[in-house]
């Protein structure tokens, strides 16, 4: 997955890596016991991270669908995978300004989502990091 690829992980924390550079720290920006909150438009699709469980809800299915994912902090963002009706989903949150076109919120990350061969765009927020603007827009 070419957009997982500025959040994989180095083996080593401050060795220096081949080509002469050295190694960042794993992403820390969002804590492990911080509720992430994600979504998307055009198709609509949104949902939030809470542990190890990932809730996905479209219009179609506005409960949900709730299924394990894996964690990994990469160099410049997070990183979840699991699996969505048998297909598999990789998430990405990286920090930066995300507008989400349809409101005037501005959220803290940018969210990039692919469930089997379709790539959906979106913006995210925590608790800890909410979006700006309004609450009800």
Not at 27 to 47: L, N, Q, R
Not at 92 to 119: K, N, Q, W
């Amino acid at each position: 997955m070419a957009f997982l690829a500025a959040c994989q992980q180095d083996a080593g924390s401050s060795a220096n890596v081949p080509g002469g550079g050295a190694a960042t720290a794993a992403y820390d920006g969002i804590a492990e016991g911080d509720t992430v909150h994600f979504a998307g438009t055009e198709p609509f699709w949104g949902g939030t991270i809470a542990g190890a469980m990932l809730t996905y809800s479209t219009p179609e299915n506005p409960e949900g669908t709730a299924f394990l994912v894996d964690r990994f902090a990469g160099n410049g963002g997070l990183g979840f995978t699991g699996t969505l009706d048998g297909a598999p989903f990789n998430m990405a949150i990286t920090p930066g300004s995300c507008g989400d076109g349809m409101s005037d919120r501005e959220y803290p990350f940018v969210v990039t989502l692919r469930i089997a061969d379709e790539t959906r765009r979106g913006c995210g927020w925590t608790d800890s990091q909410p979006f700006s603007g309004d609450a009800q827009p």
